[in-house]
Structure formats: C-alpha cells, structure tokens
C-alpha cells in the first residue's frame, strides 16, 4: 500500500484502487469538500505523474477518456483548486510522492490497464440527493428528478414560467460551464425534441452563472445527472466493430513474447516481495532491471 498525507488532502492507493480523501486545510476549495471522497478503480487510470516546484509539488491523474461523468460534464473546465484529480505534495513529501507514482504505475504495467477510451463509466458520479443554489437559480437533483427554482435576480421572462421540473428520461444532454472574463457561466439541461439557442438568461432549462464561489458546486449536478445519462460513446454507437486481427511478423512476435515474459518476471517479484522473500532494497533492484529491459 502507498500513501501520501497533505494539508491538501490524502491519496491512498491498495493496488486496487486510488482512495482521494480532500484536506480540511482552509486553503482546499469548497467545491472538493463537498465532493468529498473519491474511489478510483486502477481500470479508470490512464497516468499518473509528479511535478516538483521550488516550494511544493503536484501529484496528477489523468483518467481514461469516458470514465467519469464529472470529468465528462465539466469538459475539462474545473480549475486548478477545484481539480479533484490534483494533490498539492510540500518539498519535504517529495520522496513519498515519488514513490507513490513508481506503485501506481507499477501497478498499472502489471494489470496491463490500457490507456483507450471506455464506454461505461467506471465511477459513479457525486451522490444524491443534491441541493446547489447559485448563479440566478437553485438546482435540485434527487436521482430521477431535476427542479429548477429561481430567485429576486432571475430575468423576469424566464422566472414568469415559474419553477421547472425535469426528469433524467426528457434529457439528452447537461453541460456546465463556468463565468470567463466577460461571459458568465451556466448549467444547462438539452431536453429531447425541444433544442434551443437561447442564452442561458432566457432558458427556462438553464441556470445562468456569474463566477462566485459556488458556481463550480453547480458542476456536481451536472456530473450527477450525466452519470444517469446512457454514455456518450454508446449514444453515438461508437462500440468497436469484431475484426480478425493482422498476424504478427515473427520478430513483432518475438518481441511481445519477450515483452510477456518481463510481465510475469514482474509479477513474480511482486509476490516475493509481498510474501517478504525479498527486501524493499532487492526488489527495487530487481525491479528496476526488469524495466530497463522493456
């Protein structure tokens, strides 16, 4: 097991999955608070990574591409502090950082975790029952049912509708997007047969935000919602077609025959070490020459 604990938050990896546990530090954005704890399954991992600084460090994940509903319905517009995915490491945790990175990709080598897109999600989005007032409206989502209520700023044409009910079943699409420069954000819900270009100003369907604090808890509704959604690449029937694979070249073949054999080599240093048949300094050695040679 490795483990890195920071005022920024914990990261806990068991071999088979990250557990991502936010800081109480009052520096830890309100938006990872009230998400709180993440499991990530080592299926759901592209990479892993480490980058130092002057004064602190960070530790990155990076997701495969259709694994996780927040990821998908923020688009990749949370910022630095709202990132769950991101961990804040002080110089002094540098060492531990790195060798958390060495056990996940270890890890990751091992298990032969492939880097492609997914078509399911592999986790489950933010629970539910979610209540977020924000912007000029409150978004409340109870798993099956979105109603949008509206407050004293809402655009008097939008709010003359009155408060708007939704279900999971009449949407095809949410997308959150947060306030930039000039342009303020929103949280919007496509709902089928009934597409729309107006702005979020004037859609009974959307909540129009204007950058404060709790905008990116609106981004939790979103991610919510999309992880009841049918999966974007099964929407689109993007599901791989059966092909017959090329046959290799004797030296291609040789090669991942080569490649296979420094696996199960890995996998066999990983027992004796667990089983404590070899040291932490012999199996880093050992280890290490193995990859060497891949």
């Given at each position: 097991?490795?483990?890195?604990?920071q005022?920024d938050?914990?990261?806990v990896f068991?071999g088979?999955?990250?557990?991502l546990t936010?800081g109480r530090?009052?520096?830890?954005?309100?938006?990872?608070k009230?998400?709180?704890?993440?499991?990530?399954?080592l299926g759901?991992?592209?990479?892993?990574?480490?980058?130092q600084?002057?004064?602190a460090?960070r530790?990155?994940l990076?997701l495969r591409?259709?694994?996780?509903p927040?990821?998908?319905a923020?688009?990749?517009?949370?910022?630095e502090?709202?990132?769950?995915y991101?961990l804040i490491?002080?110089s002094?945790r540098y060492?531990?950082?790195?060798y958390f990175?060495?056990e996940?990709r270890n890890?990751?080598?091992l298990d032969?975790?492939?880097?492609d897109?997914v078509?399911?999600y592999?986790l489950?989005?933010?629970?539910?029952p979610?209540s977020?007032s924000?912007?000029?409206g409150?978004a409340?989502?109870?798993?099956?049912n979105?109603r949008?209520?509206w407050?004293?700023?809402t655009?008097?044409?939008?709010?003359?509708?009155g408060?708007?009910?939704?279900?999971?079943?009449?949407l095809t699409a949410v997308e959150?997007?947060?306030?930039?420069?000039?342009?303020?954000g929103h949280?919007?819900f496509?709902v089928?047969?009934?597409p729309t270009?107006?702005?979020?100003?004037y859609d009974?369907n959307?909540?129009?935000?204007?950058?404060f604090?709790?905008?990116p808890l609106?981004?939790?509704?979103?991610?919510?919602?999309?992880a009841?959604?049918?999966?974007?690449?099964?929407?689109?029937g993007?599901?791989v077609a059966?092909?017959?694979?090329?046959l290799p070249?004797p030296?291609?073949?040789?090669?991942?025959?080569?490649?296979?054999?420094?696996?199960?080599?890995?996998?066999?240093?990983?027992?004796l070490?667990h089983?404590?048949v070899l040291?932490d300094?012999?199996?880093?050695l050992a280890?290490?020459a193995v990859l060497?040679?891949?």
């Amino acid at each position: 097991m490795a483990e890195i604990i920071q005022k920024d938050g914990t990261w806990v990896f068991d071999g088979d999955a990250l557990r991502l546990t936010p800081g109480r530090d009052k520096n830890v954005s309100l938006f990872r608070k009230t998400l709180g704890e993440l499991v990530v399954p080592l299926g759901a991992l592209a990479g892993v990574s480490f980058e130092q600084g002057k004064k602190a460090g960070r530790l990155r994940l990076r997701l495969r591409d259709g694994a996780d509903p927040l990821l998908h319905a923020t688009g990749g517009r949370l910022t630095e502090p709202n990132d769950p995915y991101q961990l804040i490491v002080e110089s002094d945790r540098y060492g531990v950082a790195e060798y958390f990175v060495d056990e996940v990709r270890n890890a990751l080598l091992l298990d032969q975790v492939p880097a492609d897109p997914v078509d399911a999600y592999l986790l489950p989005g933010p629970s539910v029952p979610l209540s977020v007032s924000a912007g000029d409206g409150t978004a409340t989502f109870d798993g099956e049912n979105i109603r949008l209520e509206w407050n004293w700023k809402t655009e008097d044409a939008k709010a003359a509708a009155g408060s708007r009910s939704l279900t999971v079943t009449d949407l095809t699409a949410v997308e959150w997007h947060p306030a930039a420069g000039l342009e303020n954000g929103h949280l919007r819900f496509t709902v089928r047969n009934a597409p729309t270009k107006a702005p979020p100003k004037y859609d009974p369907n959307s909540v129009e935000l204007w950058g404060f604090k709790k905008d990116p808890l609106m981004a939790l509704v979103a991610a919510a919602v999309q992880a009841r959604l049918p999966h974007p690449a099964r929407a689109a029937g993007t599901a791989v077609a059966d092909a017959r694979p090329e046959l290799p070249s004797p030296r291609v073949a040789a090669a991942e025959d080569d490649h296979d054999a420094l696996l199960r080599r890995l996998r066999e240093l990983g027992e004796l070490h667990h089983t404590g048949v070899l040291t932490d300094e012999e199996f880093t050695l050992a280890k290490q020459a193995v990859l060497k040679r891949m």
